[in-house]
């Protein structure tokens, strides 16, 4: 069964810190991984999805890189804000379709 | 096309009623699905449509809940006889067969008193 591990829960920065987001997952036979961000009592926006041939993808600021042998994904922010501020979930696809995710990292950026 | 649209955003119940969540998918994704999300945790998988055919129902679906998903288009999600534990943010989301990646809507707040 797989799980989905993320560390730590909760990071506090001052503003224009670079920081890296841990994921961990059990099985390595993923389809993809894909990274969310969550406001409070929010939906979730998609950030980056990898592809479980890739090794990283990126969008402005962030990078995330996917090792499967070893289960592991980080995200990198670069230049944290206050806007950044939220709840970052990291999904693994187990199939064409379906997602495990991990409890999150609730990332707070202080001005 | 504006996203995924979920209704109501916020819903309050009596233990023991039933409640019934909407979601409206973009319009040219054919895959459907539901997910829970209680407090502090990460989303947990529901079920799936794929068009109008519910093609796998996760465990933590009691006979409680059933999912609709009519012509392929809409889809409902009704909680009869409601509990306390069933209180959680109802998430829906949209995805296009052989493309990656969900697109959520903004979720549906249950609480059950």
């Known amino acids: 069964k797989q799980e989905v591990t993320q560390i730590p829960a909760a990071l506090s920065v001052p503003e224009g810190e670079n920081l890296v987001l841990n994921c961990s997952f059990t099985d390595s036979a993923i389809y993809n991984l894909q990274w969310f961000r969550q406001d409070p009592g929010k939906g979730l926006t998609s950030l980056l999805l990898i592809q479980s041939s890739q090794r990283e993808q990126t969008s402005g600021r962030l990078n995330a890189s996917l090792d499967k042998s070893s289960g592991r994904s980080t995200l990198y922010i670069a230049a944290s804000q206050p806007g950044d501020s939220a709840t970052y979930l990291c999904a693994v696809g187990s199939g064409t379709y379906k997602y495990i995710f991990g409890t999150g990292t609730r990332l707070k950026v202080l001005a | 096309d504006t996203g995924v649209s979920q209704d109501p955003r916020h819903k309050i119940t009596k233990r023991g009623q039933n409640v019934t969540f909407r979601c409206d998918p973009i319009s040219e994704h054919n895959r459907l699905y539901w997910y829970r999300q209680t407090l502090g945790q990460g989303p947990e998988f529901l079920t799936y449509?794929?068009?109008?055919?519910?093609?796998?129902k996760s465990r933590l679906l009691s006979d409680r809940f059933s999912a609709e998903r009519p012509k392929g288009s809409f889809s409902t999600l009704e909680i009869q006889r409601t509990e306390q534990g069933d209180s959680a943010m109802y998430l829906c989301a949209s995805s296009l067969q052989g493309e990656n990646g969900y697109t959520f809507g903004s979720g549906t707040r249950l609480t059950v008193v």
């Open positions: 449509f794929q068009n109008e055919a519910q093609l796998e």
